[in-house]
């Protein structure tokens, strides 16, 4: 087009001015600044074993910007470039970081009442634990974390549904557990394998693969989807569906950031957050039954633990674990209160 034309001219002046505008009140329409909730996540972005936890904080980002118009931007911090899940958790506490992917076991450092919800064989089902963890008793532990540490609790996210054990030899039954030498990293999980007869050894996540290669342990136990991710398939020959422990974690903000926060922007945070949760209990439990399909593949031999064989895990191991828990959490009628709250829901 050639600007020596007058008549061309004066319409280029006029779109110039039309467009000039809308920039200039679409940018009245946004907030004079963003707040900026800031999240350190331990897995890489593109990590698909742990999609569950980076695509639920990414679906969390999505919906806060796209619902606060921009007066709330997320922040991701992949790959524990933020530091350790207990070092989130503090820098969390202190307001460096509004959020970070810190589990139950974090969790239980600085409120020990949280450690409840782990008790061995205690979930018979994962729509159970949701129940629980939804409810009453959970929003009651979810206040008192608040109270206590300040960090204000969204709600419970799960991390690939139920631990199990793996191991180098069969484990079909509670006696078959003597002597083996398992993996587990918090007092509350030693609980089942020391009353079974088995040894509890703590090993670093970056060691456990050789650690069961050279024998130092004879088994482990986690997800299925985290036994894939850490290739234990090419080092143990049994997976035991047990589903002893229920992975969970709780995903909080700090307290005193949210309370800054306008009525209108606390709402957005608490529907994303309900939102990003339920996206999460699906995905995890969409992994966990692809996972397993990868392990039979992989020539792991599966051994699935009835509902009564199951009791008879409990059996034994519960009695300790009820015993340690009133001693070890500073509410001890929780733990009444929770086991009678999951026997009337599985009569139901």
């Avoid at 204000?152 to 180098?168: D, I, P, Q």
């Avoid at 143990?236 to 422990?245: A, P, R, S, T």
Wanted: proline fraction near 4%; aromatic fraction near 8%; glycine fraction near 6%.
């Amino acid at each position: 087009m050639s600007w020596t034309n007058n008549s061309s001219l004066k319409h280029f002046k006029k779109i110039t001015v039309c467009v000039l505008k809308i920039i200039l009140f679409s940018q009245l329409l946004q907030p004079a600044y963003a707040e900026t909730i800031r999240i350190g996540l331990a897995m890489p972005k593109e990590l698909q074993a742990a999609a569950y936890i980076t695509g639920m904080y990414a679906l969390f980002k999505e919906e806060v910007e796209r619902a606060s118009n921009g007066s709330l931007k997320v922040q991701v911090y992949y790959g524990g470039v933020l530091g350790r899940p207990d070092e989130r958790l503090n820098q969390m506490r202190r307001n460096v970081i509004q959020m970070s992917d810190a589990s139950d076991g974090n969790y239980a450092t600085i409120h020990r009442d949280v450690q409840i919800f782990s008790m061995p064989y205690l979930f018979p089902s994962t729509g159970i634990a949701h129940e629980i963890l939804d409810g009453s008793l959970g929003s009651k532990v979810a206040e008192d974390i608040r109270i206590n540490t300040g960090i204000r609790v969204l709600g419970w996210w799960e991390t690939a549904g139920f631990k199990h054990y793996s191991s180098n030899k069969p484990i079909a039954s509670p006696a078959d557990m003597r002597g083996q030498k398992m993996r587990v990293m918090s007092a509350a999980f030693s609980i089942p394998v020391t009353a079974m007869g088995g040894a509890a050894t703590p090993i670093p996540m970056p060691e456990l693969y050789i650690s069961l290669k050279t024998g130092v342990v004879d088994g482990q136990d986690n997800a299925v989807s985290v036994f894939n991710m850490l290739k234990l398939y090419e080092v143990q020959k049994y997976l035991v569906l047990d589903k002893h422990i229920y992975g969970f974690g709780p995903m909080g903000i700090n307290d005193e950031f949210f309370q800054t926060l306008s009525q209108q922007e606390q709402k957005i945070i608490l529907d994303a957050g309900r939102k990003a949760i339920r996206w999460n209990r699906k995905k995890s439990a969409e992994l966990e039954a692809r996972a397993l399909e990868i392990a039979v593949h992989k020539d792991v031999t599966v051994i699935k633990i009835s509902n009564e064989k199951r009791k008879e895990f409990a059996a034994i191991a519960q009695p300790k674990a009820i015993e340690w828990l009133k001693s070890n959490v500073d509410s001890p009628e929780l733990v009444d209160r929770l086991l009678h709250e999951v026997k009337s829901l599985e009569m139901n």
